[in-house]
């Protein structure tokens, strides 16, 4: 049980250039979320989903995209990267059964910077 | 959504019992508040979570008065290993989006 696993840990965009943030849950999780975090900042919620196929934005989405095709997979995709998207991206995934609550988990994250 | 105001910092002793306060005035009925901690290069990680009164786990306790407009979070014998920032948190039970605030980054000293 690996729990919720981000790729890569870090990375180096050019502007204008594009990629994809990975997160995989192995818990069966139906929702999951990612969240960047700005130096001594609070996490700021970008999108989420509570179950493949399913998807919203969050407080901060412009400039990213996500999709969710299975349960165990969340990507992040940065169409054209900017130098204000320079943050440590982290992937949340959530039990969704009514009455449980073990809060969120968390992955280590990706800290992308972009020159 | 309820905004939360904590200390920027605390520093504490091992040993020591620490207990960091925060503030959410406009709580709202069906808000649960909860806890997280971070440590550095690390995601965020749950620890407790309450509606009212007293909650104790295996790592903290949580108090909340009647009014339920603040809450402490209690550690009880710190020890270096604590260091870290602690969020608290206002929303729904199951909520779908965590709202974080800076934080109060707790340093602990031998």
């Known amino acids: 049980n690996a729990g919720v696993t981000q790729t890569p840990k870090f990375q180096v965009l050019k502007t204008g250039q594009s990629m994809t943030l990975q997160c995989a849950q192995d818990?069966?999780?139906?929702?999951m979320s990612w969240y960047r975090q700005d130096p001594g900042m609070g996490l700021r919620l970008i999108h989420y989903?509570?179950?493949?196929?399913?998807?919203d934005q969050g407080e901060v989405p412009n400039g990213y995209n996500v999709s969710r095709s299975t349960t165990e997979d969340f990507p992040l995709r940065l169409l054209s990267a900017a130098p204000s998207q320079t943050s440590v991206y982290f992937c949340?995934?959530?039990?969704?059964?009514?009455?449980?609550?073990?809060?969120?988990?968390f992955g280590s994250g990706t800290r992308l910077t972009v020159v | 959504l309820a905004k939360t105001t904590q200390p920027i910092s605390m520093d504490s002793y091992e040993g020591q019992e620490v207990n960091i306060t925060c503030s959410h005035n406009?709580?709202?009925?069906?808000?649960?508040i909860t806890w997280y901690q971070q440590f550095p290069s690390q995601g965020p990680r749950f620890i407790i979570q309450?509606?009212?009164t007293k909650v104790t786990n295996e790592v903290a306790s949580l108090f909340i008065p009647a009014d339920r407009k603040s809450s402490t979070l209690s550690l009880p014998r710190v020890s270096l290993s604590d260091t870290a920032v602690y969020y608290c948190?206002?929303?729904?039970?199951?909520?779908?989006?965590?709202?974080f605030g800076t934080g109060t980054r707790l340093q602990v000293f031998p």
């Open positions: 948190l206002v929303g729904a039970y199951n909520t779908d989006k965590l709202i």
């Open positions: 989903s509570v179950g493949a196929g399913i998807t």
């Open positions: 818990m069966n999780h139906e929702y």
């Open positions: 406009n709580i709202a009925t069906n808000d649960y």
């Open positions: 309450g509606y009212k």
């Open positions: 949340a995934s959530k039990e969704w059964r009514l009455g449980s609550n073990y809060g969120y988990t």
